[in-house]
């Protein structure tokens, strides 16, 4: 439960925020590569995105069906996976000067909130790269049960107007006032809206369109690859859980660059000071 009188709260999307990318996708490659004998669920996966394409069933329906293989699992065995997972793949794909702005909100004193639609069962293991006290949450599965062990959403998909129902539910109702959020996304205009200090990193072509509408701030910064190489690379992984080693992302430190933390500490004090003077 957050304290009372708290101190400025950052709250991050992760995937296309503070990464490149969809996760789930890299999720993807990383199990099957270890579940081979798994992959027969990738025809349920072709079946479910042509049932999205034709908007029989919806993206939340869409996202249990690719999780679905992991409900065969035992449950230590995905938290092991999970954790490796993170440490071995997603802990070299931060963006540069996103993390260092984590890390200033850090430094400051401010709390750090990471909430992502992204499953907890891997984005959890998240804690182990992040600033001690930052808060971890993601969407939270029940895989047991329901029909052929389909799983199901525990307390919904954490995506749009459904993260701010869970931050209330956690007590952060009053965290937007003094607060910051970063997003790359439309379906985080909620969340953007929620806080007095927007942020749009790298957005998304709806979600420049909402920046414009409403006047916040865009971070861009030069691309390590090519546009094509992004959309190809999660092409592949979306249908085929695999694709060529050419179209990866470099690898990025896991860890913030001292210079840039200390120059994103001094633009996080002047926008509260110029909140200030406005106010």
């Known amino acids: 439960m957050p304290p009372e009188n708290p101190a400025p709260t950052a709250f991050f999307d992760y995937d296309g925020t503070l990464i490149e990318g969809d996760s789930i996708l890299f999720w993807h490659r990383h199990y099957y590569a270890r579940r081979p004998w798994m992959r027969v669920f990738q025809a349920a996966s072709w079946v479910g995105m042509a049932l999205n394409a034709a908007r029989v069933i919806d993206s939340h329906a ?10 065969f699992e035992n449950p230590e065995t995905l938290d092991a996976l999970g954790r490796e997972f993170v440490l071995n793949d997603l ?3 931060f963006h540069g000067p996103v993390l260092a702005r984590l890390w200033a909100h850090h ?7 990471v909430i992502s639609a992204s499953g907890t069962f891997y984005l959890r293991h998240l ?30 998909n954490l995506r749009g107007p459904n993260k701010i ?3 209330r539910d956690l007590g952060y109702a009053g965290a937007g006032k003094g607060g910051f959020a970063y997003s790359d996304h439309p379906h ?5 809206e929620f806080v007095d200090h927007p942020n749009c990193i790298r957005p998304t072509r709806g979600m420049a369109a909402e920046a414009g509408r409403h006047g916040w701030p865009v971070w861009e910064w030069p691309r390590a690859r090519a ?9 592949f992984l979306l249908l085929f859980a695999w694709s060529p080693k050419f179209l990866a992302a470099p690898k990025e430190s896991p860890k913030p660059d001292e210079a840039e933390v200390e120059r994103q500490e001094k633009l996080i004090g002047i926008e509260t000071q110029n909140d200030g003077m406005m106010k």
Do not use: I, N
């Open 165 to 167: 129902t869970r931050l």
């Open 62 to 71: 869409l996202k249990r069906v690719f999780l679905w293989p992991l409900a």
């Open 91 to 93: 802990a070299f794909r």
């Open 127 to 156: 804690a182990e790269l992040l600033p001690p006290g930052c808060v971890v949450l993601g969407t939270e599965m029940r895989w047991e049960g329901g029909f052929l062990r389909l799983p199901s959403y525990r307390g919904g």
């Open 107 to 113: 430094r400051l004193g401010h709390r750090v909130v």
């Open 227 to 235: 546009a094509w190489k992004v959309k190809a690379e999660a092409l």
């Open 188 to 192: 985080d205009v909620p969340l953007l």
